[in-house]
């Protein structure tokens, strides 16, 4: 798969089936469409194109205004790659984009740079000056641009839509066994192991503390079961993700104690993948307290794990 970063760079002399989208966690929506684009592309022999932004529109004029990401910029490229995608135009949203009228965006960008044949678009997409461009629009100038259109249903999952938005809100809520439905796979969390303070290694439960991107999103505070991989391998864990309130601290922290597990990894990337919550994050009265509720958790976790087969997706 190659990454296009500049519509200046964009080289592609095959014709292509392109799909629209911001596609922040690849949920199973966006896992349909993507799937029907590659099909598509094979059926009719054309290259697969995922045009998108780098940053969420809403964080060029507001720093606050864009919504935590689900899913960082790197795993998303790496799923879009296993899902079969050809090329992935990963522009910044700017003022040009933010000025570019609709129809322009189809005949300028979409045609006469992309080659677009076929589109696929989601049930609400949106796009160009003003978000004045949609499906109907699409529509409408389909055949004098010489394109197919292929929109998109939603999917519902027990009478809820599946969509970034209410996925973030399942996630912010500890409702993870519910957001991994919609997302199709594991929600997890990519991040450096950094230095903490070491209280975990002084009670006999050491943590990797996990340094996450700006901007992305963590789920409520508590304890999780989870699943870490280091280097390729996948070991059982148990994340806490929260203030520390027993010792104080300000800042939220994501602590990951791997069952097993010794070896030096400060300053390597790891993924955590959340599976279920255990409780909620609470304050001991005392670090001893503190203790035997961890260790009640790390038995609870190895009760899990020994009676169930984990899979990412």
């Not at 296993?82 to 009228?101: A, N, R, S």
């Not at 500890?174 to 209280?199: C, D, H, M, P």
């Not at 010792?247 to 400060?266: A, D, K, L, P």
């Amino acid at each position: 798969m190659k990454v296009i970063r500049k519509l200046s760079d964009v080289n592609i002399s095959e014709d292509t089936g392109v799909a629209l989208g911001n596609f922040d966690g690849v949920h199973i929506g966006h896992q349909t469409l993507l799937v029907n684009l590659v099909e598509t592309c094979r059926l009719r022999n054309l290259k697969s194109v995922v045009y998108t932004f780098s940053n969420h529109p809403r964080a060029f004029t507001s720093e606050d205004g864009a919504p935590k990401r689900i899913m960082n910029l790197n795993k998303k490229l790496s799923t879009l790659s296993e899902l079969g995608i050809d090329y992935v135009v990963l522009v910044p949203f700017d003022e040009f984009q933010m000025k570019l009228k609709a129809e322009s965006f189809i005949r300028d960008i979409l045609k006469n740079t992309l080659k677009m044949k076929s589109c696929i678009v989601g049930f609400n997409y949106k796009f160009g000056y003003k978000a004045q461009g949609d499906t109907h629009l699409l529509r409408e100038l389909s055949k004098e641009y010489d394109y197919e259109l292929n929109e998109i249903d939603s999917i519902e999952i027990q009478r809820q839509i599946v969509s970034s938005t209410n996925i973030r809100n399942l996630i912010s809520d500890g409702n993870i066994q519910r957001a991994n439905l919609f997302l199709g796979k594991k929600y997890s969390i990519n991040g450096q192991v950094v230095e903490g303070k070491k209280v975990g290694r002084k009670i006999g439960v050491p943590t990797a503390n996990i340094k996450l991107e700006k901007n992305m999103l963590t789920p409520s505070s508590g304890v999780y079961l989870t699943k870490v991989s280091i280097d390729g391998k996948l070991y059982d864990s148990i994340t806490n993700v929260g203030y520390n309130p027993t010792f104080s601290q300000g800042e939220i922290n994501i602590e990951t104690h791997v069952m097993n597990f010794r070896e030096n990894i400060y300053g390597k990337n790891i993924e955590v993948h959340f599976i279920d919550k255990i409780r909620e994050e609470k304050k001991f009265p005392s670090v001893e307290d503190l203790t035997i509720q961890l260790k009640k958790d790390i038995d609870l976790a190895k009760n899990f794990f020994k009676k169930r087969q984990f899979t990412i997706w």
